[in-house]
């Protein structure tokens, strides 16, 4: 097993507190075991999906064709959710291709079941960009899920902002207000964390210098205790991280933890470990949320390398939310 982050959901018995079982939510899925996910078709142009201001998904290429659901329960909460779509021309200064098309969607099913229903989304198509249909706000029915104007899951309509981040980009956001019995996860009340971007040619040292710092207090202590096999002087350091991770997908308690080290046992052991350096491991502020994350080049992950067989390569971000002075590992 290759894969650090697996999305395998396992079903137990484990059962979250349940909401107050609003009027309209008795037979409803939400009070059950709510998955939900985002399935995703698209070609033809760069893009990034967030959820609740957390990164989701990035397609840094226009080239090729991508479809693929991700179940994202980690970064959902009971009540207002935000679903964002931000698109890019291939090059600055040029148009977005008229061949181009996403869509992405946002589907709930309890996890016991594979039905499914469709709450809202995206269709961008590159010649005429959003499908209007897409515009429209309206309210569903939490047992059916079909629209009905006293319905208590609440869908708005779609805003649109053009040239935000430079010419030729748009962004499109969505707000759902959906009661579930999904908990609010700690990283919601998270302290600001520094808001230093690479791109800010005014603040490049500082960023730098976060970086460095991060390295050093973050990323040295927790490679070097596992490559000592030294993992319970760090598995506390993703407790949080471990028991939200085990709640959020239904999974026996224990479950991610036992998964992390196996990947920390087995896994890295057969790596050619990359080496960590301010100037290859750099600090990102994940844009609308109070988390930051430690990213390799292109977004790669912070710690990990080549396999020795040349097999290719395994690799992990390090996402931290900030309390009370101290970094907590939440993602």
Same mark, same amino acid.
């Given at each position: 097993?290759?894969?650090?982050?697996?999305?395998?959901?396992?079903?137990?018995?484990?059962?979250?507190?349940?909401?107050?079982?609003?009027?309209?939510?008795?037979?409803?899925?939400?009070?059950?075991?709510?998955?939900?996910?985002?399935?995703i078709h698209a070609f033809g142009t760069r893009y990034d999906l967030l959820v609740n201001g957390i990164?989701?998904?990035?397609?840094?290429?226009?080239?090729?064709?991508?479809?693929?659901?991700?179940?994202?329960?980690?970064?959902?909460?009971?009540? !207002?959710?935000?679903?964002?779509?931000?698109?890019?021309?291939?090059?600055?200064?040029?148009?977005?291709?008229?061949?181009?098309?996403?869509?992405? =969607?946002l589907y709930v099913r309890n996890a016991n079941e594979k039905e499914e229903h469709r709450i809202g989304?995206?269709?961008?198509?590159?010649?005429?960009?959003?499908?209007? =249909?897409?515009?429209?706000?309206?309210?569903?029915?939490?047992?059916?899920?079909?629209?009905?104007?006293?319905?208590?899951?609440?869908?708005?309509?779609?805003?649109?902002?053009?040239?935000?981040?430079?010419?030729?980009?748009?962004?499109?956001?969505?707000?759902?207000?959906?009661?579930?019995?999904?908990?609010?996860?700690?990283?919601?009340?998270?302290?600001?964390?520094?808001?230093?971007?690479?791109?800010?040619?005014?603040?490049?040292?500082?960023?730098?210098?976060?970086?460095?710092?991060?390295?050093?207090?973050?990323?040295?202590?927790?490679?070097? =205790?596992?490559?000592?096999?030294?993992?319970?002087?760090?598995?506390?350091?993703?407790e949080e991280r471990n028991r939200e991770t085990d709640q959020a997908f239904y999974k026996e308690p224990?479950?991610? !933890?036992?998964?992390?080290?196996?990947?920390?046992?087995?896994?890295?052991?057969?790596?050619?470990?990359?080496?960590?350096?301010?100037?290859?491991?750099?600090?990102?502020? !994940?844009?609308?949320?109070?988390?930051?994350?430690?990213?390799?080049?292109?977004?790669?992950?912070?710690?990990?390398?080549?396999?020795?067989?040349?097999?290719?390569?395994?690799?992990?971000?390090?996402?931290?939310?900030?309390?009370?002075?101290?970094?907590?590992?939440?993602?």
């Amino acid at each position: 097993m290759r894969m650090l982050f697996r999305t395998i959901i396992i079903i137990s018995v484990f059962i979250l507190t349940s909401c107050s079982k609003d009027q309209g939510m008795n037979n409803s899925i939400l009070n059950e075991k709510p998955v939900f996910e985002l399935k995703i078709h698209a070609f033809g142009t760069r893009y990034d999906l967030l959820v609740n201001g957390i990164l989701a998904y990035k397609q840094k290429s226009s080239r090729g064709q991508v479809t693929l659901q991700l179940p994202i329960n980690h970064w959902m909460r009971s009540g !207002e959710n935000t679903l964002e779509l931000i698109v890019y021309p291939k090059k600055k200064g040029t148009p977005i291709s008229e061949e181009s098309e996403i869509k992405a =969607a946002l589907y709930v099913r309890n996890a016991n079941e594979k039905e499914e229903h469709r709450i809202g989304g995206f269709v961008f198509k590159g010649i005429g960009h959003l499908d209007k =249909a897409s515009y429209e706000g309206y309210r569903l029915n939490p047992e059916t899920f079909e629209r009905n104007d006293d319905g208590i899951i609440e869908v708005t309509d779609v805003t649109e902002i053009k040239d935000t981040y430079f010419d030729g980009v748009y962004e499109f956001s969505q707000t759902f207000d959906i009661p579930s019995n999904l908990p609010l996860w700690k990283f919601f009340e998270s302290d600001d964390v520094p808001e230093i971007k690479y791109e800010d040619e005014s603040r490049r040292d500082e960023f730098w210098d976060l970086s460095k710092q991060m390295v050093k207090d973050l990323l040295v202590p927790i490679q070097d =205790a596992i490559l000592a096999g030294d993992l319970d002087s760090i598995m506390p350091l993703f407790e949080e991280r471990n028991r939200e991770t085990d709640q959020a997908f239904y999974k026996e308690p224990g479950t991610t !933890e036992r998964e992390l080290r196996y990947t920390f046992t087995e896994d890295i052991k057969d790596l050619n470990m990359k080496p960590l350096t301010e100037k290859q491991i750099g600090y990102e502020y !994940e844009r609308g949320l109070k988390l930051t994350g430690l990213y390799g080049g292109g977004r790669g992950g912070a710690i990990g390398g080549d396999y020795k067989d040349g097999g290719g390569s395994l690799s992990f971000p390090i996402i931290f939310r900030l309390k009370d002075g101290k970094w907590i590992i939440t993602r």
